[in-house]
T-cell receptor, first 116, second 113 residues
């Protein structure tokens, strides 16, 4: 149980275009999901907290108009990178928080974004 | 907010030796401390976690210790194997962080056969 999927696993896009990444909890309902960015040989940096039915909460320094997050249902959160630039190239990972009262997070397999 | 420091950044051991990775945290309200193993291009995998009401937890070759007073926790891997080679991250959450994990910088562990 507690499986989280991400789609796509890899995407290459041109500068100026937008890319949408989906994060799904397959066998449980996730009221809270998190989006992380990981640059090569670096740690995971939290970008935002996605709550079902409400606006996402962004970490300091993360542009909310560039990284649009929508948590439309209890099993789906999406991250849209708008007007992508080469510096947005990174590994994006989502996670879903476990049932209320637990702290454990279940990670998706990640999406490798390359902006050319 | 929470700040987690992790050391060492790289660790090289011979197969069969033990490996120890240490982390310190800043928020005394943190009460959940997971450790993750991440292989290149893959998702982080939870390998062990500990809550603040426990001082030590063990699962086969892996153990975690927590010192709440000093605000540090450590990962111990015994009888290391080449397949233990990966990047290991510690993290902390709890209190007013609403479940948000703050990660350490990571440790690249290499186990030589």
């Amino acid at each position: 149980g507690a499986v989280v999927s991400q789609h796509p696993s890899r995407v290459i896009c041109k500068s100026g275009t937008s890319v949408k990444i989906e994060c799904r909890s397959l066998d449980f309902q996730a009221t809270t999901m998190f989006w992380y960015r990981q640059f090569p040989k670096q740690s995971l940096m939290l970008m935002a907290t996605s709550n079902e039915g409400s606006k996402a909460t962004y970490e300091q320094g993360v542009e909310k108009d560039k990284f649009l997050i929508n948590h439309a249902s209890l099993t789906l959160s999406t991250l849209t990178v708008t007007s992508a630039h080469p510096e947005d190239s990174s590994f994006y990972i989502c996670s879903a928080k476990g049932p209320r009262g637990t702290y454990e997070q279940y990670f998706g397999p990640g999406t490798r974004l390359t902006v050319t | 907010g929470e700040n987690v420091e992790q050391h060492p950044s790289t660790l090289s051991v011979q197969e069969g030796d033990s490996a120890v990775i240490k982390c310190t945290y800043s928020d005394s309200a943190s009460n959940y401390f997971p450790w993750y193993k991440q292989e290149l291009g893959k998702r982080p995998q939870l390998i062990i976690d500990i809550r603040s009401n426990v001082g030590e937890k063990k699962d086969q070759r892996i153990a975690v210790t927590l010192n709440k007073t000093a605000k540090h926790f450590s990962l111990h891997i015994t009888e290391t194997q080449p397949e233990d080679s990966a990047v290991y991250f510690c993290a902390a959450t709890g209190g007013t962080s609403y479940g948000k994990l703050t990660f350490g910088q990571g440790t690249i562990l290499t186990v030589h056969p």
